[in-house]
Nanobody
């Protein structure tokens, strides 16, 4: 099991930037596909981005392509979500998630992830 703690959320104006961090505990981080999801009020949790073990492969949902970048530092057991050109519709609680260690596939469904952080609020004002 991996414990995940997100940080870096906050209030930002439209067009601004934020960097979310997710610190992971446990020895399996370097062999866990990591993902970011978000959930807006009244909506289901949705996939944002995911990254492979090494960081060599990433995938983002269409609505954030060209604006958000996911990265990881296995030496620091941390995954990041760099968010630029933020829009009011990006407002949500952002969650970090880890797939079961050893699974290589980059996944986009919530049920494919085993461990979740507590979430961090991102609010984008217009």
């Amino acid at each position: 099991q991996v414990q995940l703690v997100e940080s870096g959320g906050g209030l930002v104006q439209a067009g601004g930037s934020l960097r979310l961090s997710c610190a992971a505990s446990g020895r399996t981080f370097s062999t866990s596909v990591m993902g970011w999801f978000r959930q807006a009020p009244g909506k289901e949790r949705e996939f944002v981005a995911a990254i492979s073990w090494s960081g060599g492969s990433t995938y983002q949902t269409d609505s954030v392509k060209g604006r958000f970048t996911i990265s990881r530092d296995n030496a620091k057991n941390t995954v990041y979500l760099h968010m630029n050109s933020l829009k009011p519709e990006d407002t949500a609680v952002y969650y970090c998630a880890a797939r079961q260690a050893g699974r290589r596939t980059i996944a986009t469904m919530t049920e494919e992830y085993n461990d979740w952080g507590q979430g961090t609020q991102v609010t984008v004002s217009s």
